[in-house]
Structure formats: C-alpha cells, structure tokens
C-alpha cells in the first residue's frame, strides 16, 4: 500500500487517464464512478472497455461507486463533464472534508449561470482547497504513458507544489501556474475554438484558414481571461496556446472532431446524438454570448459556433458573415 491516496470522480476516457497517470506517481487510486456494472468489469477486467478499451489497468486502481473513500485521499482529482459538476459535488459534498483539496479536470462555462468551475467547487463545496489541470492532453496518450505537459494552477502556492508531486512523473510534466481564472477560462474557450478548426477542416478551407483562426481565436481567449481577472502570459503557455494547438490540429478532439462533422454537412443533433462522450465545446459555447456581453468583450469566432452548433444557423452564410466583418488594427482589444 501506498502513503498517497488519490480519487478520481469521473471514469470517462479522462478519468481512467488520470486515474492510470496517478498510480504511475505512486498512488493508490480510486475511480468513483455512477456506473456500478462498469465499476464491476473495471475491477474484474482491468480495463474500461466503455471508454478506454484497449488499455491494460495498474492494480493498484480500483473502481468504486462508494464515496466514503474520499476522505481518506490526499486530493480528489474531478473529471466529470463540466455541465455536471454541480449536481455531482452537491452529491459528494456531505462526504468532503473541508481541508481535502479539489482539482478541477473538467473544462467548460457552466450554462445559465456563466460559473467557471472553481466558482461551481466553492458554491457547492464551501471554502475547500482548490486547483485545476489543464493542457494540451490526450486521454489516449496518457494513458499509454507518453510525454506530456500540463498546468497545475492554485492560489495556494506550497498546496500547488504539493499537487504537482502527487501526480507528476518524467513523462507526465504539471507546471504550476496561480493564474486559476487564465487557466479556466483558456481551458474553456479553446474547445469552442476547436470546434471551428474542425469546420475549416470538413469544408476543406485550407491551412491558412485554419492558421488564421487558431491565432484570431487566441486573441479572443486573450480578451475574455484578461477582463475576467486571468494573465495574457498564460494564454501563451501550455493551457493556453499549447491546448489551443492541439484541439485544433489533433483528430482525437472530440470537440475538432464535432465540427469536422458539421462541415461535412452533417446536423448538430444528429452528431450529438451518435456519440457517447460529452463534447463540452457545443456547451460552452451556448454561455459565452452571455459572459462577454457581461465583460464586454468581442468574440466573433464563438459566437458563430454557438449560432452553428446550437441554434442551427447555416453555416456557409455563418462563414461569409465573420469574412465580411470590417478590417481592424491587429492589436485592438476588442471592447
């Protein structure tokens, strides 16, 4: 048995990796899952053949739906879909001391509300210890132990120090950052954006487009974490410019993926409708309207996501709206 104990809520593809990564630091994991007849063929299996199959299991994960392992865990690693995690926390939350730390895994705006997900922790958690992980990362990658690196971000200095050994190896790379609200919201703004890579990619608009827009669109992540209290500098690091990269280039984004598909003239519903995991992008999406015209902030780029993906606009006449916007000085901010 190890000293260091590690939960994971959430037995997605993201999850499982995490939970793998944890136990390759030198934990013992639990995976907390809602499913109970997947929590049994985990443990029985040593695989998660639901969302990760293929990929042998360390025996030193077990997979639970009980959740009075919690306290016992020096963290409690949160990888549920972002839209969820209220509803799962309020669950959790009898069960949570108030010291035991709360790392946030999912990315995403929560709808109707605009919360980042630390706002959704301290709402439903109170005034526990929180940090959130994020970067440019494929579940699939991890899991098979390839190289990666990652932003650990916590107002609490030693507490993010202390995280960044509990789960971090040679090829599994956590720089800290304090910038919690840069991280968030470059985390959730870089699936919208990933979504209309995916576009440029299914209408075949070529690679300038896509360079164009990957850059235009930092500039609207820029904006949005800047006056939501985030730092530029982060935007150019890992859970900035480094996951905005890799969601727009990389086929495993479930989000570049949604909007190949959307390019290739398939409907939005139907897309959804065809897929098991979430792809938080379209979600997300749906808020920022809502949260920039709060800060007032320009973002053109998600708007028209949001329009295409979730009020079935139509997508050439989306595209010739955006090209036909007025030309600007590079470096406005956009207010």
């Known amino acids: 048995m190890s000293d260091k104990r590690v939960s994971v809520v959430g037995g997605g593809a993201w999850g499982t990796a995490l939970a793998i990564q944890a136990v390759r630091a030198g934990a013992d994991v639990e995976l907390v899952l809602r499913d109970g007849a997947l929590a049994e063929r985990i443990d029985n299996s040593g695989e998660n053949d639901l969302y990760l199959p293929g990929v042998k299991l360390p025996k030193a994960l077990r997979a639970t739906i009980a959740i009075d392992g919690l306290r016992e865990s ?31 895994c999912a990315k995403g705006i929560e709808k109707g509300t605009g919360a980042l997900m630390a706002q959704v922790v301290n709402e439903t958690l109170g005034d526990v210890p929180v940090a959130v992980l994020s970067g440019p990362t494929f579940a699939q990658e991890v899991a098979k132990g390839l190289p990666a690196a990652i932003t650990l ?20 790379r956590p720089y800290f950052s304090t910038d919690v609200v840069g991280v968030e919201v470059a985390g959730a703004i870089k699936n919208v954006l990933a979504i209309a890579s995916g576009v440029v990619a299914g209408l075949e608009l070529g690679d300038n487009a896509r360079a164009a827009l990957i850059t235009r669109g930092l500039a609207e992540m820029s904006r949005l974490a800047v ?51 979430v792809t938080e992008g379209v979600h997300t999406a749906a808020s920022i309207a809502a949260v920039a015209a709060k800060y007032g902030i320009e ?17 050439r006449s989306t595209i010739n709206a955006l090209l036909q916007r007025p030309f600007r000085d590079e470096l406005e901010t956009g207010k």
């Open 74 to 104: 020096n963290a409690v690693l949160l990888v549920t879909p972002a839209q969820h995690l209220r509803s799962t926390l309020s669950k959790l939350a009898p069960h949570w001391p108030e010291t035991l730390p709360a790392v946030i």
């Open 153 to 172: 971000a916590c107002s609490d200095r030693n507490l993010g120090k202390d995280l960044v050994e509990l789960i971090g190896t040679s090829a599994f």
């Open 227 to 277: 006056a939501m209290g985030g730092r530029i500098e982060t935007m150019m690091g890992l859970a900035g410019l480094g996951d905005l990269t890799l969601t727009c280039t990389g086929t495993l984004s479930r989000n570049y993926t949604f909007g190949f598909a959307l390019g290739q003239g398939q409907k939005a519903d139907a897309i959804l409708a065809e897929r098991r995991s």
């Open 299 to 315: 973002m053109p780029i998600c708007s028209a996501v949001d329009q295409v993906a979730n009020h079935d606009a139509d997508l």
